[in-house]
């Protein structure tokens, strides 16, 4: 009997076709109108949903106070930075202050988008 001694693990690959661009625009409501409407009658539960989902604590939105939402404003910020979507920090600041709501559709839009799913390739059980 021959054992066989593994150097190198398969390595997960990940490919990325996606834009650096938002997939949708700040009022772009029309492309998802029940969620939409779920966010703006109840966009406290909406929130915390979209942000479990994005793997943050369920209850994370509920900080969400002050002149400037700092939970939007880091959600948002942090999601251009995972899926490389290019932006400011600026128009962040703006869309999270004055369009809180629509700022967490468009986020959750984006993750429905950009759902990306790691597959292993070439891996075989001995």
């Known amino acids: 009997m021959s054992s066989r001694v593994v150097i190198n693990q398969p390595q997960p ?24 409407c779920f966010a703006f009658w109840c966009y406290p539960c ?10 943050q604590c369920l209850c994370l939105p509920l900080l969400d106070i002050g002149c400037i939402p700092p939970i939007t404003l880091a959600m948002r910020v942090s999601m251009r930075e995972r899926y490389g979507i290019k932006d400011t920090i ?4 703006v869309f999270a202050t004055f369009c809180t709501v629509c700022t967490w559709c468009q986020m959750s839009r984006e993750m429905k988008k950009r759902d990306i799913q790691v597959l292993l390739v070439g891996a075989r059980t001995t």
């Open 13 to 36: 690959v990940m490919s990325s076709r996606d834009s650096d661009q938002w997939g949708s625009g700040i009022c772009d409501c029309t492309q998802d109108v029940p969620e939409c």
């Open 46 to 55: 909406f929130a915390c949903i979209i942000s479990k989902r994005y793997g």
């Open 90 to 93: 600026c128009r962040d600041c």
